[in-house]
C-alpha cells in the first residue's frame, strides 16, 4: 500500500476524495500530478496510482479536515461529496479548493432553483415532494434520499414507514436515461464532451433496481444544445464552474427532464478518456484556473465507442488469489494491443465485498454503442459465471 506520509514532491501534488475515485486518481495521474487519495474502497488500481491513500471517512457531517498529514494540495472531489457542502468547506478551509465551489454545490443540489433554471430554457424537472401526503400508492411516484448517490435508496412509493433517511417523492417520469457531460470555463460558454447513455442494472438479482450500473457513449443528440443552454445559466447564476455531469431522461413526446447536476467528475466521463484521448482531469482543472503539468493527453488508440458496466455479487464473496487470477485471464483475452485495461476497481486480495455490492468494473469499445452494448453482456455473463464458481468453492 502506498506510504499514509507524504512522499517528496517531486511534481505538484493533487488530493483527490470521494466515493470512489480511481478513475479520477489515475486520470490526475496522467496529466502530471502526484496524487493522495481517499475513497470507500481503496481497491488495488487505486494504491497503484496513489502516492498516499486513506479511507473515506463514515461520517462526513462530522469531519474535519481527514488528512492533516498530506500536503498543502489542491482538492477536488468525485461521486457523495456534493450531498455534503459543509465539509467541502471545512476540507477547504485546509486545502485549495479545485472544484466546484460550496456556493454552487449548495445551489446546483437545490431542485427548486434547478427548476427555475430549467424552466427558462424549456426544460423541466419532475414534480417533487417533501412528504407523501396524499401522493398515490400505484408505483407512479419514487421516493429518493435526498443525498442520494448511484441511485442508491431509491424505490418506488407504494406506502409504509418513513425512510430512515430524509427524502422526498418524486413523480417518475418516463423517458431514456442520459448523462450529459460538458466543461464550464470562466466567462465562456459550456462545451460538451459527450452523451452517454444508462444502462439499466440488469446483471445481478440482488442489487438495487436504481443503482448505476455503467454507461455507453453515444452519438451526440440534437437536443444537448439545450442542455448545454441549461449548463450557461447555471454557470451565470450560480458560479458553477468546471466539468458538470447533467443527467436527464429524453423523450419524443414531451420536454427534456433534468434529474439532477452533478457538480464534479462522474463515473461516466471516463468513457471520454477512451473515445477521444481526453483528459478529463486536465480539462476540469484547467476549466477551474489549475494549470496541469503535462499537456499531452492519454496514449492509446481512441475507439468509436466505449461502454462501461458494474458487476454486482449475488452473494457476499471473499477476493482470493484464485479468483484474482481467474480475472487477469479474463482480462487479457479481452485486451487487444495499445488498449486501456478492460477491468477495473479491482478490489485488493482477502476483502470480502456484501452481496449486492459493486465488485468492479468493466469496459468494451468497438465501432458502435449497440456493438459495446452486446459486448458488455457477453462479458458480465462470463464474469458471473466466474463469480459464480468462486462463491460457490
Known sequence: ???????????????????????????????????????????????????????????????????????????LFTGGLENHPAFLE????????????????????DLAALARVAADVGLRVPQTHTTPAGLPLDGSYLVKPVASVGGQGIALWRGGPPPPRPSHWQRRCQGISYGV???????????????????????????????YAGSVTVPTPAWADTVLAFADQLASQHGLRGV????????????????????????????????????????????????????????????????????FTDAAMRIEPDFADALAQCAAEWTVDNALPVLADLPQHQTCVPAASPLLTLFADAETSNDVNACLLERLSQLRTLCNRFSDS
Open 1 to 75: 500500500m502506498p506510504p499514509d506520509s507524504p512522499a517528496p514532491l517531486r511534481t505538484p501534488a493533487l488530493v483527490v476524495v470521494g466515493g470512489s475515485v480511481r478513475f479520477l486518481a489515475n486520470s490526475c495521474r496522467q496529466a502530471g500530478w502526484q496524487v493522495y487519495a481517499a475513497d470507500r474502497f481503496g481497491d488495488r488500481d487505486l494504491l497503484d496510482a496513489a502516492a498516499g491513500f486513506r479511507p473515506l471517512p463514515s461520517d462526513l457531517d462530522q469531519a474535519e479536515d481527514p488528512f492533516p498529514e498530506w500536503p498543502d494540495a489542491p482538492f
Open 90 to 109: 471545512r476540507l477547504a478551509a485546509s486545502h485549495p479548493i479545485a472544484a466546484a465551489s460550496p456556493s454552487a454545490v449548495r445551489a446546483v443540489r
Open 181 to 211: 457531460s460538458v466543461v464550464i470555463r470562466e466567462r465562456a460558454s459550456a462545451e460538451l464532451l459527450g452523451v452517454c447513455e444508462r444502462l439499466p442494472c440488469r446483471n445481478s438479482t440482488a442489487a438495487p433496481g436504481w443503482a
Open 244 to 311: 458538470v455531469g447533467i443527467d436527464c431522461l429524453a423523450n419524443d413526446s414531451q420536454p427534456i427532464t433534468i434529474l439532477e447536476v452533478n457538480p464534479r467528475p462522474t463515473a461516466s466521463m471516463e468513457l471520454f478518456e477512451r473515445t477521444h484521448g481526453l483528459s478529463i482531469a486536465r480539462c476540469h482543472l484547467d476549466a477551474i484556473g489549475f494549470a496541469s503539468p503535462q499537456t499531452t493527453g492519454p496514449q492509446h488508440s481512441a475507439a468509436p465507442a466505449s461502454g462501461k458496466a458494474i458487476l
